[in-house]
T-cell receptor, first 115, second 114 residues
Framework: AAGVIQSPRHLIKEKRETATLKCYPIPRHDTVYWYQQGPGQDPQFLISFYEKMQSDKGSIPDRFSAQQFSDYHSELNMSSLELGDSALYFC??????????????FGPGTRLTVT | DAKTTQPNSMESNEEEPVHLPCNHSTISGTDYIHWYRQLPSQGPEYVIHGLTSNVNNRMASLAIAEDRKSSTLILHRATLRDAAVYYCILRDVGANFGNEKLTFGTGTRLTIIP
C-alpha cells in the first residue's frame, strides 16, 4: 500500500538559510499534519491542513510557513534557520470519514541539520 | 486536550505478554483513547483506538476501564520488533475537520529482552 512520502530525507543547511520540506500524502487523504521532533524529545504538532485550507496551528515559529496544494501535497517552508531548528520533521496524512479521521499515517521524516 | 500519564519505561521478555498502562482521569465523554508507537528512527505508527469497549486488532488489544479513567494496551506476545516508545493519546471525537492533531506526551519506552 502507498505510504506518506517525504522529501528530502536528509537536509543540511547553515544558519540563516532557508529550507523547504515536501510531503506527499497517501492518495485520497484530505488532511495533512506537520510535526517537529527535536533530539530526545517527543513529536510536537506544528500545523495542519484540511482540503487545502489551514485547519489548526500549534507552536510553529513565524519564520515557518506551510501550504497544501491542489494535488494535496504540502510544503513546509523554513526561513532564517537557527541551530534549534535541527530536528526530525514528520508529515502525517489522514482521511475524514464519518465524523472523524481516527488514524494518522506518518511519513519517514526529514532530518534537518542546521550548522 | 486531556492529559495522560504513562510510566517512563518498561521491560518485558520476548514472547511474553506486555501490559502498558495509561491513566487519563480527566477524560471527557467525547475523547477517544488512541495508542501510537514510534520505533527507533521511524515515524509514529498507529496501533489501536477505542471509546468505551475493549478493542482487538492484529497488532494489540485495548482494555478500557469501566469508568474510562484508565486503559491498558496489551501486546499478546512481544517480539524484538515491538521495542518502541508507546504513546497513549486522547482525541476529541467532536473535533472539527482537519483539527485532530495528536498531542504526544512522554510515552513509555518498552524494552524487549531476548
Amino acid at each position: 500500500a502507498a505510504g506518506v512520502i517525504q522529501s528530502p530525507r536528509h537536509l543540511i543547511k547553515e544558519k540563516r538559510e532557508t529550507a523547504t520540506l515536501k510531503c506527499y500524502p497517501i492518495p485520497r487523504h484530505d488532511t495533512v499534519y506537520w510535526y517537529q521532533q527535536g533530539p530526545g524529545q517527543d513529536p510536537q504538532f506544528l500545523i495542519s491542513f484540511y482540503e487545502k485550507m489551514q485547519s489548526d496551528k500549534g507552536s510553529i515559529p513565524d519564520r515557518f510557513s506551510a501550504q497544501q496544494f491542489s494535488d494535496y501535497h504540502s510544503e513546509l517552508n523554513m526561513s532564517s534557520l537557527e541551530l534549534g531548528d535541527s530536528a526530525l520533521y514528520f508529515c502525517a496524512s489522514s482521511k475524514w470519514v464519518g465524523g472523524s479521521s481516527y488514524e494518522q499515517y506518518f511519513g519517514p521524516g526529514t532530518r534537518l541539520t542546521v550548522t | 486536550d486531556a492529559k495522560t500519564t504513562q510510566p517512563n519505561s518498561m521491560e518485558s521478555n520476548e514472547e511474553e505478554p506486555v501490559h502498558l498502562p495509561c491513566n487519563h482521569s480527566t477524560i471527557s465523554g467525547t475523547d477517544y483513547i488512541h495508542w501510537y508507537r514510534q520505533l527507533p528512527s521511524q515515524g509514529p505508527e498507529y496501533v489501536i483506538h477505542g471509546l468505551t469497549s475493549n478493542v482487538n486488532n492484529r497488532m494489540a488489544s485495548l482494555a478500557i476501564a469501566e469508568d474510562r479513567k484508565s486503559s491498558t494496551l496489551i501486546l499478546h506476545r512481544a517480539t524484538l520488533r515491538d521495542a518502541a516508545v508507546y504513546y497513549c493519546i486522547l482525541r476529541d471525537v467532536g473535533a472539527n475537520f482537519g483539527n485532530e492533531k495528536l498531542t504526544f506526551g512522554t510515552g513509555t519506552r518498552l524494552t524487549i529482552i531476548p
